[in-house]
């Protein structure tokens, strides 16, 4: 929620640009076929299709809405054959420009002022922060599970050489951001109450001290 509304500015700035270029448009193209809709030499059909969609200012808006975000195929086709087989080159350049192009920008903007809002934001760093510690703990608590053979709650040099002999433990403590050179000098720098053994606690702080922040 916080991020959504430290991202409103972008969004009303971006929707502002893009109402005034859709007024624009609009506004020209309902003068140019205001000569066709009054002209009383062109049939009626061609004349009343033409009006249903740029017959005034709302009209000519919801049509440009429509060719830029929704199915462009039947303005387009409308004005292919009611006004100018020429028309279809402007249809399918405004739709690429303004309908694929344009609208990409404006979400592209939206979202990144909507990540910096979310990076910047105290509730949702603790957040992250929390999720990061309980994940790195669920993580020591599966490799202690893995590496305590004698199930006595400590992993002492011999179980952690054992294990450490694997290469996929040392891939793993290597995804953990630890690249294994020595096990045996690694494991000095995690034990430090000096019993010769690894606990629960020892394994968790010493890891997390080791990656750094």
């Known amino acids: 929620t916080t991020a ?12 502002t640009l893009l109402v005034s270029i859709q007024m624009l448009f609009a506004l020209l193209l309902g003068q140019i076929l205001a000569i066709k809709i009054q002209d009383e030499s ?8 033409t009006f249903k969609y740029f017959g005034n200012f709302p009209r000519g808006m919801l049509t440009m809405f429509e060719l830029t975000l ?3 195929a039947p303005v387009a086709r409308m004005l292919q054959e ?3 087989p020429y028309y279809v080159i402007f249809s399918i350049l405004h739709k690429l420009s303004f309908g694929f192009a344009g609208i990409a920008v404006v979400n592209g903007v939206f979202m990144s002022e909507t990540f910096k809002v979310a990076a910047s934001d105290d509730a949702i760093i603790l957040r992250s922060i929390e999720q990061r510690k309980r994940q790195h703990r ?4 599966d490799f202690m599970q893995y590496a305590d053979h004698s199930g006595d709650g400590a992993i002492t040099l011999e179980e952690w050489n054992k294990v450490l002999e694997s290469e996929s433990a040392r ?9 294994i ?8 720098l995690l034990e430090q109450d000096g019993n010769g053994s690894l606990d629960a606690e020892e394994l968790l702080k010493g890891v997390a001290r080791l990656q750094g922040p």
């Open 138 to 141: 669920s993580k020591m608590m």
């Open 82 to 84: 009611h006004v100018s």
């Open 181 to 188: 050179e020595d096990s045996q000098i690694l494991f000095q």
């Open 4 to 15: 959504m509304q430290g991202s409103m500015s972008a969004l009303f700035w971006a929707s």
């Open 42 to 49: 062109e049939p009626l059909e061609s004349r009343m299709e």
């Open 171 to 179: 891939n793993w403590f290597a995804g953990q951001g630890l690249s």
């Open 70 to 72: 929704g199915n462009f």
